[in-house]
């Protein structure tokens, strides 16, 4: 059984009222950019029968971010993604969901997409490495050393053994991050209460259990340029905001599929308050002003 509290409309039927049409008018100031907004969002909705069950309010919230940001929803492009966020709490025994939200979150390429247009990097990527590509660290310069397969049917006969990112700036400074899959594998483990929940039940429920790979792309890419390469503000607001679900009022909270056990029904939709989390990289929630949202 899976019941929801619902007490707002669909996103299908909210996104063509008014005060959500005026509302998107008003913050994206143009009514030929808001026009297509509303259609490209519409679409990746439509599409996406999971975010169909979302509040309203926090699938524009999140869309709004994205265009702010200027990238795509689509899917094909992954520049940034609207992903299904369930609050569960269990009652009387049985788990039941009592809020879906939609979660932002960037992908690995709309962090290169914004790296990219801040004109600073000459270079940025990210890739897997395969079983026998490591060469370990160079011991007069502690730079790690790879030798990349060039049969690309040989090479992904390999297994996965870790993942390397690099950027170089136009001045020739250059910075390279490499993670074993192993750490990686104890990062998402460590941030990710979901994950963590489908290792020890068998299930596939997170997007680490879904899309490794695009998840420890963004990760290599996130610790890489938070902590060494320049970052616009659109970065900047881009690394805050990954993750959350960002609420009609202007604040956000880090989500990860929360479940927590209550007994009574009383308690659950009257007492209960959102729970907060950190991102990967532990950055706490804070008030922010998205035009109105």
Same mark, same amino acid.
């Given at each position: ?43 990746? =909705?439509?599409? @996406?029968?999971?975010? +169909?069950?979302?509040?309203? *309010?926090? $699938?524009?919230? !999140?869309?709004?971010? /994205? ?30 969901? =009592?809020?879906? @939200?939609?979660?932002? +979150?960037?992908?690995?390429? *709309?962090? $290169?997409?914004? !790296?990219?247009?801040? /004109? ?51 001045? /020739? ?121």
């Amino acid at each position: 059984m899976n019941n929801q509290l619902q007490t707002k409309p669909k996103f299908s039927l909210a996104i063509q009222t008014d005060n959500y049409k005026k509302l998107i008018n008003n913050t994206l100031g143009d009514p030929k950019r808001a026009a297509k907004f509303i259609a490209s969002i519409s679409s990746a =909705v439509a599409i @996406n029968p999971s975010l +169909q069950e979302c509040d309203a *309010g926090s $699938i524009l919230a !999140a869309a709004l971010l /994205g265009e702010a940001l200027n990238l795509s929803p689509s899917p094909q492009l992954g520049q940034y993604y609207l992903v299904k966020y369930d609050k569960k709490q269990k009652i009387n025994g049985q788990w039941v969901t =009592v809020s879906s @939200n939609a979660q932002f +979150q960037m992908g690995y390429k *709309g962090y $290169i997409q914004l !790296a990219i247009r801040s /004109g600073q990097y000459k270079d940025i990527d990210v890739i897997e490495v395969r079983e026998g590509e490591f060469l370990g660290r160079n011991k007069a310069t502690g730079k790690y050393q790879f030798e990349f397969i060039d049969d690309e049917v040989r090479r992904e006969s390999k297994q996965i053994i870790g993942y390397m990112a690099y950027f170089e700036y136009l001045n /020739g400074f250059s910075k390279t991050l490499y993670w074993t899959k192993e750490k990686m594998m104890n990062h998402a483990k460590e941030y990710s209460q979901s994950y963590s929940s489908d290792l020890k039940n068998g299930t596939q429920y997170s997007y680490w259990s879904k899309d490794f790979n695009g998840m420890a792309f963004k990760t290599m890419l996130r610790q890489l340029i938070s902590k060494w390469g320049v970052m616009s503000i659109d970065m900047q607001e881009a690394l805050s905001k990954d993750m959350s679900v960002i609420k009609e009022d202007g604040t956000y909270n880090y989500i990860d599929n929360q479940e927590v056990e209550i007994e009574s029904t009383l308690e659950v939709y009257n007492n209960t308050k959102d729970q907060e989390i950190t991102s990967e990289d532990e950055i706490k929630p804070k008030k922010v002003n998205l035009n109105e949202l």
